[in-house]
C-alpha cells in the first residue's frame, strides 16, 4: 500500500513557475513508478509526466515538453514536477499517482492503483 501526499499549487500569473511535491508513505517507494496527470473542469484526466522508479527515464506529454520538468528523490519519497512558463491553459487539478516499475511508461490513469489528493493550480493571464 503507498498512501501520496501533495503539496504546492496555488495562483500564478502567466509565465511564472510552480513546483508540486508528491510525497509517499512506505518503504517500497523507490520501486514504483510515478505519473502526474491533471483535471480540468469538464474534462477527463489527462497525463502529464512520468518518472521511473529509479529516476533513469522520464516522460512527457508534448502539451508540457520543455516546460514541465519531474524529478524524484527517493531518499526523501518524494516526486516533484517543477512548471515553467506556466499558461491559463494549464489551470487544473493536478494528480500525483503510483503505480509498480513496469515494462512501458504508464500514461492511462487506468494503469495507478495509487492516487494523491490532487491540488489545484491557477493560471491567471
Known amino acids: 500500500q503507498v498512501e501520496l501526499v501533495q503539496s504546492g499549487g496555488g495562483l500564478v500569473q502567466a509565465g511564472g513557475s510552480l513546483r508540486l511535491s508528491c510525497a509517499a508513505s512506505g518503504r517500497t517507494f523507490s520501486n514504483y513508478d510515478v505519473g502526474w496527470f491533471r483535471q480540468a473542469p469538464g474534462s477527463e484526466r489527462e497525463f502529464q509526466a512520468a518518472i521511473g522508479w529509479s529516476g533513469g527515464w522520464t516522460y512527457y506529454a508534448d502539451s508540457v515538453k520543455g516546460r514541465f520538468s519531474i524529478s524524484r528523490d527517493n531518499r526523501k519519497n518524494t516526486v516533484y514536477l517543477q512548471m515553467n512558463s506556466l499558461k491559463p491553459e494549464d489551470t487544473a487539478v493536478y494528480y500525483c499517482?503510483?503505480?509498480?516499475?513496469?515494462?512501458?511508461?504508464?500514461?492511462?490513469?487506468?494503469?495507478?492503483?495509487?492516487w494523491g489528493q490532487g491540488t489545484q493550480v491557477t493560471v491567471s493571464s
Open positions: 499517482a503510483a503505480v509498480w516499475q513496469g515494462r512501458r511508461v504508464p500514461q492511462e490513469s487506468g494503469e495507478y492503483p495509487y
